[in-house]
């Protein structure tokens, strides 16, 4: 499937601008960061000439938007991807795109919101219980887009409550959502007969459960640090889809504090684990699984973060 990247980033662009359409309300706190990372052995699902899988270095520009207010929180994510050309942009030579290791690097762009609405504020109740301080109603968006051969255009939405557990410092909250996505196959999907379940092309997945965790916990390790990370677990989208789990954590190091510039400056390493990445079946025969199989992930992370 041969993709252009400028118009689908002017569109992906236009959808993550619809954010501001949202309603507006007066920040009693907010953050925003700009981080690099570096994660050497990701995927692309690219398999070498004897069809073992081939790791992708990706490197990854990341801007990220945190605000509060009386009745909750919005959170704004957006990943500038670029891989090595283990995971080539496609440039219509062949047709799948160009041979691993060949051409330049694809380049991706991922963007996601989410907000937070606090049911306590809301209502005016104390919905404590147990180790929750308070349950909130989550609703939000994934957009991406992607120029290697199978082009990636991720939609989805995700909507259900989050459970926001009482720390000491920091947060870790829990949400179990709805989640809907349709995105892009230059395969097409065939069950294990050979029977054509989707042709190549846009396809639109059922809706499936997600537990999606978030975590920022601080602690001392002779500078200030921060354990901080998310984990999310998505069932069966239909289309033969097996449950996927990300896992993406990072211990961070508050550099700037030795200068005098706390919670500015931070630098540390972390690690991704990716099973069933984007759904596909890790275990599926045959040449597919072959692929699949390239697609799993489990890599370190190099990371530095600014934030202002």
Do not use: C
């Amino acid at each position: 499937m041969k993709t252009m990247i400028r118009p689908r980033l002017m569109a992906l662009g236009g959808s993550l601008l619809l954010s501001g359409a949202l309603p507006v309300y007066a920040a009693d706190w907010s953050d925003t960061s700009i981080s690099y990372r570096y994660l050497p052995q990701e995927s692309g699902f690219s398999l070498d000439s004897n069809n073992q899988p081939l790791d992708v270095a990706k490197n990854i520009i990341q801007l990220t938007h945190v605000s509060g207010y009386k009745y909750g929180s919005n959170f704004f994510d957006v990943n500038f991807i670029k891989s090595d050309n283990n995971n080539p942009a496609d440039d219509g030579t062949l047709p799948f795109g160009p041979a691993p290791g060949t051409g330049s690097g694809a380049v991706e762009v991922f963007g996601m919101y989410r907000h937070n609405l606090s049911l306590g504020a809301g209502t005016g109740r104390d919905l404590k219980f147990g180790p929750i301080k308070d349950v909130s109603l989550t609703a939000g968006f994934n957009l991406s887009t992607k120029n290697d051969f199978n082009g990636a255009a991720t939609r989805a939405v995700a909507l259900g409550p989050t459970f926001h557990f009482a720390l000491p410092a920091g947060f870790f909250n829990v949400g179990l959502l709805a989640y809907k996505e349709s995105n892009n196959t230059a395969f097409g999907i065939t069950d294990a007969s050979g029977r054509v379940l989707s042709p190549p092309g846009h396809v639109s997945y059922d809706w499936a459960a997600q537990l999606a965790a978030a975590w920022s916990i601080p602690f001392h390790a002779g500078i200030p640090a921060k354990l901080q990370g998310f984990l999310a677990v998505t069932g069966p989208k239909g289309m033969l889809t097996k449950t996927e789990t990300l896992l993406d954590t990072t211990v961070m190091f508050d550099i700037g504090s030795l200068a005098g510039k706390k919670d500015t400056f931070y630098a540390g390493i972390g690690y991704r684990y990716w099973n069933n990445k984007f759904g596909n079946d890790e275990g599926a025969a045959g040449y597919q699984g072959l692929v699949n199989k390239a697609g799993h992930v489990s890599t370190p992370i190099v990371q530095l973060e600014a934030h202002f």
